[in-house]
């Protein structure tokens, strides 16, 4: 799928092809690489406390993530500092690139739908099993021992007053943490080899925008650009959210300041009661406006085709909501069938497969390429030339993610699985998240979410449960845990910090290593914050979020509703999926055929998920802003306003950055910037 729209990358307009082979690219240097492993367990401690115990701001949820940003932010201050006083002392681009990547790659590992999930998972079923929902007496027993903690030492998790550094609570917990850590390395590992074969065509071939890439390129070009530290737009961009945060703030602690609403929380934003009086205009639901300063500038650097996709495909989804209840399909005491019409998560879970299968047919010729040098002998020294500089040769690329892939499936029948669930399980798995590190390649969300109808469900849809046994519904929702949320799935961060490192002439295998090393100390990182911060505040009180608690009983009710209520295959939300794969082919096929084509099948795939609901509005300020711009004032102003909007984003991170640190230092709460 060839992207004909508007690629942006100031980065790649500044640097000619002849300068980039003249260069050297540049490797990590031991300061960079010491300071990297450093901030990664102290940003999983503040991340973990921040959003369990402070409820605070979302530091880690966010693509573009808040803490990292924060953490570069203070870096290049630093540095600015040293370029004057000590300029032999001063970091590079590329060592300040090398320190941000090992952040983006590995500390969404601490995050929601990774170990703020698996942890409360691992342990609720001793805590939250009771006679009543028989959990432990059906479930424990087809449950592999080393995948949960030891018994005793959960009270005190739940209670808290008490530490997780002692001999016993480790020694309780050392077997789920070994086991955990090892399954999602490999499953990190895996997506990094998939992002070394899917790079070249991505971003030299197909040259996608990737958005998130340009606030970091920009505020570190030069060790920390004056130019745009020093230009006044972007500090105008920067006070905008710098002021409507802090009132808002402000106002979350003290009722009587006043503050402009941005987040679609604030009932001022929200639509719905101007639409559930009438019939059959109550079929929109719920619908909220919202005016997130970092969405606007973020969506000032997509292609305009995207940009509008993604608002016009949402508003979409309510007006096809709206026809199925002007047909009667939502009316009392209609059928379960017709009372989802029209399917919009199925629609969404079908076009997610289909920007995968149709991004991995534009890669047939590349991949074909890599098998005939893997495989063959003579090609294989012209093969060390080609791929000298990607993030691994291709050979390991290629015998990584097959073998990691089995290490997967192996892992799965050792939960119970019948071999055949684990392979088609990981394969949608897979699917799904090049999907997702597409979406974020060409759109840049702020944050992003997977389809609502997941794998799991796609799969009891397909069989139903009653075809699966008793050790293969339990095997599948083991893994349930990092299906329930994908705002925090490593793949996207991987291949932009390639983007990162292709635009800072970086030394890529260097950049592969280090994300290798960062995803493993993470691991590790990630355990010891969340069971530090469990352990002291109880995971049970009210001294902690309860959602992320909560999330922790999702797969162990599920595996108990499939075991009690047996379901038939479900054709209709099947037929859903369906539909969407063909949309997203007939979209495909447009856009290739068509350079006027204004559709984009990524706006298509993104409406049926979540991530729209919040982010809609905000998108279409972004977008007709762009359009303005560009319409009235051509290429130039496009270029000149392009530190007003990196000052919108910046502003509202640091913004969020700095509350979210003055409630954890008192220990209060304090107002969230994001998500709502």
Not at 447 to 452: A, I, K, M, N
Not at 470 to 495: S, T, V, Y
Not at 580 to 593: D, Y
Not at 649 to 670: F, K, P, Q
């Amino acid at each position: 799928m060839i992207s004909h729209s508007q690629p942006f990358n100031v980065y790649a307009d500044k640097i000619s092809e002849s300068a980039q082979i003249a260069d050297k690219p540049h490797g990590i240097t031991p300061r960079a690489l010491i300071i990297g492993l450093l901030l990664i367990p102290l940003m999983c401690f503040w991340i973990e406390y921040t959003e369990i115990v402070a409820e605070a701001t979302d530091l880690v949820a966010m693509s573009l993530i808040i803490a990292v940003v924060f953490a570069l932010f203070v870096l290049i201050g630093i540095n600015v500092f040293l370029k004057k006083v000590f300029p032999k002392a001063a970091f590079t681009q590329a060592e300040l690139m090398f320190i941000y990547i090992m952040q983006t790659v590995s500390v969404g590992i601490s995050g929601i739908g990774m170990m703020q999930f698996l942890c409360t998972f691992c342990g609720n079923i001793f805590y939250y099993g009771t006679p009543e929902n028989n959990w432990q007496a059906a479930l424990l027993p087809s449950v592999k021992p080393w995948l949960l903690p030891k018994e005793s030492v959960t009270k005190a998790f739940y209670i808290g007053q008490s530490s997780f550094w002692t001999p016993e609570h480790i020694m309780g917990w050392i077997a789920p943490i070994l086991v955990w850590s090892a399954f999602i390395s490999v499953l990190l590992w895996v997506m990094l080899c998939i992002n070394t074969l899917i790079r070249k065509q991505w971003m030299d071939q197909e040259r996608l925008s990737f958005p998130i890439t340009q606030l970091p390129l920009e505020i570190a070009k030069d060790g920390g650009a004056e130019a745009m530290l020093g230009n006044k737009l972007m500090w105008f961009g920067f006070l905008i959210p710098v002021v409507l945060e802090t009132l808002a703030s402000l106002n979350y602690l003290y009722p009587g300041v006043p503050f402009l609403p941005i987040k679609p929380s604030d009932p001022r934003l929200d639509l719905t009661s101007f639409f559930t009086a009438s019939h059959p205009w109550n079929g929109v639901g719920y619908l909220v406006l919202s005016f997130y300063p970092l969405v606007i500038g973020l969506t000032y650097f997509l292609p305009l085709d995207v940009g509008f996709s993604l608002w016009f495909f949402y508003l979409l989804t309510k007006i096809q909501s709206v026809a199925a209840t002007a047909m009667g399909y939502h009316d009392a005491g209609a059928s379960m069938a017709m009372s989802r019409i029209p399917y919009i998560g199925e629609q969404s879970a079908g076009a997610f497969l289909g920007v995968a299968i149709f991004a991995l047919y534009g890669l047939r010729h590349q991949l074909a390429a890599i098998l005939r040098s893997t495989l063959h002998p003579i090609c294989n020294a012209q093969a060390a030339k080609e791929d000298a500089n990607e993030p691994m040769p291709y050979r390991l690329a290629l015998g990584g993610a097959f073998g990691g892939f089995l290490a997967l499936t192996f892992f799965g029948m050792t939960l119970g699985m019948s071999w055949y669930l684990p392979l088609i399980y990981f394969t949608l798995y897979f699917l799904t998240t090049i999907t997702f590190t597409r979406i974020r390649a060409e759109a840049g969300l702020p944050w992003g979410y997977g389809p609502s109808m997941n794998m799991h469900d796609m799969l009891k849809s397909t069989a139903g449960t009653r075809m699966f046994s008793l050790q293969n519904q339990i095997g599948l929702n083991l893994l349930l845990w990092h299906d329930l949320d994908f705002r925090c799935n490593a793949m996207p961060n991987q291949l932009e910090a390639m983007k990162i490192g292709q635009s800072s002439r970086m030394n890529l295998r260097h950049v592969a290593a280090v994300i290798v090393l960062a995803t493993i100390v993470a691991c590790f990182s990630s355990w010891a914050a969340v069971l530090t911060c469990y352990y002291h505040n109880g995971a049970a009180t009210a001294k902690v979020n309860g959602w992320r608690t909560d999330m922790g009983n999702v797969p162990w009710r599920a595996m108990k509703d499939w075991i009690d209520t047996p379901l038939k295959p479900d054709m209709s939300r099947l037929e859903g999926v369906g539909l969407g794969f063909i949309v997203t082919a007939f979209l495909t096929v447009m856009r290739v055929r068509f350079t006027w084509w204004p559709f984009h099948p990524i706006g298509y795939a993104v409406a049926g998920t979540d991530t729209m609901t919040w982010l809609w509005c905000a998108t279409l300020v972004g977008w007709g802003l762009k359009s303005i711009i560009i319409r009235y004032w051509g290429m130039k102003s496009y270029k000149r306003f392009i530190p007003f909007f990196i000052g919108l984003i910046l502003g509202d991170y640091i913004t969020g950055s700095v509350w979210a640190i003055y409630g954890s230092i008192l220990g209060i709460r304090t107002y969230r910037a994001f998500p709502i």
